[in-house]
């Protein structure tokens, strides 16, 4: 049996939809790790603390089967060491399909046995994707309906002039 599924992506910052998924992800295995990427090639616009921590504070109150933790080289290797085999993926629309296929075989390739499971969000939330987000609220638009409060005030802290 599959007792535990890590979920990987830069979350920067979480939206709805990551936390629909997660919603769905919990509800399927015993437990679930969010894994935020620390990758040095990519610019972000929260640093990998504040990712961890944005994650902490919406995730722990909610999920009793829910940690969050952080990694950065291979993802196959964060996933052995915590001794799973399963990783959790969004598909949102066509567009993500080519490059999550792209992912998973090279993934399944490198390290037989690991899987990857693709979890759709609510329609409602196919759209939606954080650099939306982060472009929305750079110019001051309003992000409640995309993310939970807490980011919300983080994304106006950033941007305050
Ligand atoms: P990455 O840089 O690894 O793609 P993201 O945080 O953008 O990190 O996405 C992590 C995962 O969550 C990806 O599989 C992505 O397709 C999925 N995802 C992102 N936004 C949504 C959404 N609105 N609905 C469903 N899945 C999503």
Known sequence: MHKKAIYPGSFDPI???HLDL???ASRI?????????????????????E????????LCSRFDNVKVASFDGLLVDFVKDHNSNMIIRG?????DFEYELQLALTNRKISSGVETIFLMPKEEY???????????????????????????SKLKEKFAV
């Open 15 to 17: 939206t709805y939809g």
């Open 126 to 152: 196919t759209y939606l994707s954080s650099s939306l987000v982060r472009e929305v609220a750079k110019y001051g638009g309003d992000v409640s309906q995309f993310v939970h409060p807490v980011v919300v």
């Open 51 to 58: 990712r961890v921590e944005l994650l902490d504070k919406i």
């Open 91 to 95: 598909l949102r629309a066509v567009s």
């Open 29 to 49: 295995f015993p437990e679930v790790i969010v894994s935020v990427v620390n990758n040095p090639n990519k610019s972000t616009l929260f640093s990998l603390n």
């Open 22 to 24: 997660i919603e769905r």
